[in-house]
């Protein structure tokens, strides 16, 4: 079976412009949760969906959004991009949200880097 | 907040050599615990997980991890280290209402030849 993918791998943006990074779970998976990962740091937690709906959001600023699709697939879209907003997305899928037990998959991420 | 620290940015071994990744937890109550390995360019992997009843655990790659409630800690060992094991290790605890994931800074290992 497939693991969780994301696409594009690689972007290259400049500053203001808006990105829009995609994400497929796992088969069966029914949540997907977003993390950025500055260089030199852990990853830092961006949002979770589950069954569409928004269940949980970190503290970033409202330039960040993101949605899931019935497939459960999703994206997160970040506008008017800042320097600071360098770093790997990554996306982890599980068969549900919240729950200490629920075990997070994550996918090979997406490199954005803003110039 | 849960929250879990790591205090070795960086660490070197020789192949062949023991090892043990450090990390201190946060949290009241008996807590959740992760561990992961990112290998340069890839996503994260999960090494292993503490829940609850034996305090030692036994993940994949040859790794375990002792969760000692006394000292707050649930360190990463490894009897003996392969080259292939140079990447970056992170410590997790699940927090928040969607009980999403909070990582530590990470370890980075080096192996030496």
């Known amino acids: 079976d497939a693991g969780v993918t994301q696409s594009p791998t690689h972007l290259i943006k400049t500053r203001g412009q808006h990105v829009t990074l995609r994400c497929s779970p796992i088969?069966?998976?029914?949540?997907v949760s977003w993390y950025q990962q500055v260089l030199g740091q852990g990853p830092q937690f961006i949002f979770q969906y589950y069954e569409k709906e928004e269940r949980g959001r970190g503290n970033f600023p409202d330039r960040f959004s993101a949605r899931q699709f019935p497939n459960y697939s999703s994206e997160l879209n970040v506008n008017a991009l800042l320097l600071g907003d360098s770093a790997l997305y990554l996306c982890a899928s599980s068969l549900s949200a919240g729950g200490n037990h629920n075990e997070q998959f994550f996918g090979p991420g997406t490199r954005l880097t803003v110039l | 907040a849960q929250s879990v620290t790591q205090p070795d940015i960086h660490i070197t071994v020789s192949e062949g050599a023991s090892l043990e990744l450090r990390c201190n937890y946060s949290?009241?109550?008996?807590?959740?615990l992760f561990w992961y390995v990112q290998s340069p360019g890839q996503g994260l992997q999960l090494l292993l997980k503490?829940?609850?009843?034996?305090?030692l655990v036994q993940g994949i790659k040859g790794f375990e991890a002792e969760f000692k409630r006394s000292q707050s800690s649930f360190n990463l060992r490894k009897p003996s280290v392969h080259w292939s094991d140079a990447a970056e290790y992170f410590c997790?605890?699940?927090?928040?209402?969607?009980?999403?994931?909070?990582f530590g800074s990470g370890t980075q290992l080096t192996v030496l030849p």
């Open positions: 503490y829940f609850s009843g034996d305090t």
């Open positions: 997790a605890v699940p927090s928040g209402s969607a009980r999403q994931l909070t």
């Open positions: 949290y009241g109550a008996t807590p959740y």
């Open positions: 088969s069966g998976h029914k949540s």
